[in-house]
C-alpha cells in the first residue's frame, strides 16, 4: 500500500471505502464544472505587476495556475487520488501542462511539471515557469516522460506492446519505477490546458484511469462575455474554465465551494500575492459563501 507521492488514508467513512470498489475506473467517475470569470481586475493586477517591465511578463495562464495550486493546497480533499481501489493523500502540490514549441502543424510538444512550495506566491509560480519555459522552447529539448514513450516507440511492435502492457500492470500495482513516472503529468495534483491559446472555446478533458491526476482544467478563448451587473447584462472581457474531477474524492458541496474560492482569487487577484497556504479570513470566506 505505500506509495512514493502519497498517504494511504485509512480513516475514511464507509460511503468512499466502498466507491473505489463499485466505480473502479476514474474515468467513469467524471464530475464536469464550468464557470466564467470577469476578467477586468485581473487585468488591471497584470499591468502593475508588468509595470517594471520584467524580462518574462506576468499573464492570465500564470494566475490561473496559482489559484489552481492554492485551492489544492488549502482544500485538502483535492490533493486525495484513487489507486488500485485505495484512497491517497498526496504528498505534495503539483501541476501540469503541455508546451508547444512551435505553432506550427509539426511542431514538438515538452511537457511542463511544476512542484509548488506551500509558502510560494505568485511571483514563484513565475519565475518556475520562466525558468521551465526557457529550457523547455529550447529545440532538440525533450522531457523524460516524452523520452521514455519515444524509446517504448522505436521498438518492434511485437515488444512494444506487451513490454507496454506489463508497464500498465506495473503501475496500476504501484511497481513501477519511480524515474519513469516523476515527470508525467498525470501523476500531478492537476493537469492543464490552455486552449485559449490555440485559439479554442472552452471545453472539458477526460480524466485518465492511468495515474492519479484526480483534476483537470481547460481554460477556452478570451473574450467579450455576458456578466450580470445590478440586474442587467453587460459585456466584459472574460473567459471559462472547465474543471473535470473525479467524484469520488470529495461530494458535491466541497466541490462547489472550491471553485467559488478559486473565482475569489481570480476576480480579487492581490490575494494571489499571499502564500498558497495561508487560510482565508472570517470576511474572505464570507465571500465565499455569498457566490
Known amino acids: 500500500m505505500g506509495r512514493f507521492d502519497g498517504e494511504y488514508l485509512k480513516d475514511i467513512?464507509?460511503?468512499?471505502?466502498?466507491?473505489?470498489?463499485?466505480?473502479?475506473?476514474?474515468?467513469?467517475?467524471?464530475?464536469?464544472?464550468?464557470?466564467?470569470?470577469?476578467?477586468?481586475?485581473?487585468?488591471?493586477?497584470?499591468?502593475?505587476k508588468n509595470a517594471s517591465d520584467p524580462e518574462y511578463k506576468y499573464n492570465i495562464f500564470?494566475?490561473?495556475?496559482?489559484?489552481?495550486?492554492?485551492?489544492?493546497?488549502?482544500?485538502?480533499?483535492?490533493?486525495i487520488f484513487i489507486h488500485d481501489e485505495r484512497m491517497y493523500k498526496r504528498n505534495e502540490v503539483s501541476a501540469a501542462f503541455t508546451v508547444k514549441q512551435e505553432f506550427q502543424d509539426d511542431g514538438g510538444e515538452v511537457l511542463c511539471f511544476i512542484h509548488a512550495k506551500p509558502e510560494w506566491t505568485i511571483d514563484?509560480?513565475?519565475?518556475?515557469?520562466?525558468?521551465?519555459?526557457?529550457?523547455?522552447?529550447?529545440?532538440?529539448?525533450?522531457?523524460?516522460?516524452?523520452?521514455?514513450?519515444?524509446?517504448?516507440?522505436?521498438?518492434?511492435?511485437?515488444?512494444?506492446?506487451?513490454?507496454?502492457?506489463?508497464?500498465?500492470?506495473?503501475?496500476?500495482?504501484?511497481?513501477?519505477?519511480?524515474?519513469?513516472?516523476?515527470?508525467?503529468?498525470?501523476?500531478?495534483?492537476?493537469?492543464?490546458?490552455?486552449?485559449?491559446?490555440?485559439g479554442l472555446p472552452e471545453g472539458f478533458h477526460h480524466l485518465t484511469n492511468w495515474g492519479t491526476t484526480s483534476m483537470f482544467l481547460v481554460i477556452g478563448k478570451m473574450g467579450l462575455m455576458p456578466f450580470f451587473d445590478n440586474g442587467e447584462t453587460v459585456f466584459k472581457q472574460g473567459v471559462k474554465l472547465g474543471f473535470t474531477i473525479d467524484e469520488r474524492i470529495a461530494d458535491g458541496y466541497y466541490f462547489s465551494k472550491s471553485i467559488k474560492m478559486m473565482e475569489l482569487f481570480l476576480e480579487e487577484p492581490e490575494l494571489l500575492d499571499?502564500?498558497?497556504?495561508?487560510?482565508?479570513?472570517d470576511e474572505l470566506w464570507q465571500r465565499v459563501n455569498m457566490k
Open 13 to 48: 467513512d464507509g460511503m468512499h471505502f466502498i466507491m473505489p470498489f463499485i466505480m473502479p475506473n476514474r474515468c467513469d467517475n467524471e464530475a464536469f464544472f464550468a464557470f466564467q470569470i470577469d476578467l477586468s481586475n485581473l487585468n488591471e493586477y497584470i499591468n502593475k
Open 62 to 79: 500564470q494566475c490561473i495556475v496559482t489559484a489552481a495550486l492554492k485551492i489544492i493546497t488549502l482544500r485538502s480533499k483535492l490533493s
Open 274 to 281: 499571499r502564500p498558497l497556504n495561508e487560510k482565508l479570513s
Open 124 to 198: 514563484d509560480v513565475h519565475n518556475e515557469l520562466h525558468r521551465q519555459l526557457l529550457k523547455l522552447k529550447s529545440k532538440g529539448y525533450v522531457d523524460e516522460s516524452s523520452s521514455f514513450m519515444d524509446k517504448f516507440n522505436a521498438l518492434p511492435k511485437f515488444i512494444s506492446r506487451p513490454a507496454m502492457r506489463l508497464v500498465c500492470w506495473l503501475e496500476k500495482h504501484n511497481l513501477v519505477p519511480t524515474a519513469l513516472i516523476e515527470t508525467d503529468p498525470y501523476h500531478s495534483s492537476i493537469v492543464l490546458a490552455n486552449l485559449g491559446s490555440i
